[in-house]
């Protein structure tokens, strides 16, 4: 059976859909990457930072498969935040050996679900001004 973990990260467990807005997109073929950029709420983060507003850069990569979904077409998102699933159906059901060392991630936004099978994945961020 599925189980959601937080992911630990520089801003701590990211566990809030609300925190997160998604500006953009972008998928490289070649490399096998997934970029997602927007702004995010600091008082979500851990430690808090109450009143600001981050930029962050979030990248997989490595990745085998990725489904977007806005969540209005959604009965319910699986979690919220930035979370790992553990003991995955659609890991599972992938060939080959590799799959051993991909990981399935879920982002989800206040608008939209993001799930991700990937290697390893590198999240970047900045205070906006």
């Known amino acids: 059976m599925q189980k959601y973990q937080a992911i630990c990260t520089d801003l701590g467990y990211l566990t809030e859909a609300q925190a997160f807005y998604l500006d953009e997109i972008k998928f490289d073929y070649e490399l096998s990457r997934l970029t997602l950029k927007g702004e995010m709420k600091g008082e979500f983060c851990q430690p808090a930072r109450p009143e600001q507003w981050l930029d ?6 490595d990745i085998s498969g990725f489904k977007f979904l806005d969540l ?4 319910e998102a699986p979690c919220e935040g930035f979370q790992e699933v553990l003991a995955s159906d659609w890991l599972a059901t992938m060939p080959g050996d ?4 991909q990981r399935h991630l879920i982002f989800v936004s206040n608008d ?7 290697h390893a ?4 961020w900045r205070i906006q001004e």
């Open 56 to 61: 962050y850069e979030l990248s997989f990569s």
């Open 72 to 75: 209005d077409m959604t009965e």
């Open 98 to 101: 590799s799959m051993d060392e």
């Open 121 to 124: 994945f590198d999240l970047s």
């Open 112 to 118: 939209d679900v993001i799930e991700v099978i990937c």
